[in-house]
């Protein structure tokens, strides 16, 4: 059974940091692109990053390139989104995602999810 489960969301100040992990089971984890998605009340879900197998190719929504990284960690099954000055308008619940084969920002295309983890900025 695949299992990915998010963690590390909270209240966060604006300007502030957090760093969210994805720790996957039941699948080969390397061979798994990996990415973060969120949803603000309200709205549809939204692509935020993404990274290949190796970890050697990641994309970013224009909206947080330059704040977030997205990293991973082959060996313990998890993937990390940092997240850096962050805005009100950063505030929804955060989902990992995970795909067979090539990263892609297209939500369709991811085979497993997350429950979530809830992010909120405000001071």
């Known amino acids: 059974q695949v299992k990915l489960v998010e963690s590390g969301g909270g209240l966060v100040q604006p300007g502030g940091s957090l760093r969210l992990s994805c720790v996957a089971s039941?699948?080969?984890?390397?061979?798994?692109?990996i990415g973060w998605f969120r949803q603000a009340p309200g709205k549809e879900r939204e692509f935020v990053a993404t990274?290949?197998?190796?970890?050697?190719?990641?994309y970013y929504s224009d909206s947080v390139k330059g704040r977030f990284t997205i990293s991973r960690d082959n060996a313990k099954n998890t993937v990390y989104l940092q997240m850096n000055s962050l805005k009100p308008e950063d505030t929804a619940v955060y989902y990992c995602?995970?795909?067979?084969?090539?990263?892609?920002?297209?939500?369709?295309?991811?085979?497993?999810w997350g429950q979530g983890t809830q992010v909120f900025v405000s001071s």
């Open positions: 995602a995970a795909k067979g084969g090539s990263t892609t920002q297209i939500e369709r295309m991811y085979d497993y």
């Open positions: 039941g699948l080969n984890f390397q061979n798994y692109a």
């Open positions: 990274i290949s197998r190796s970890g050697d190719n990641t």
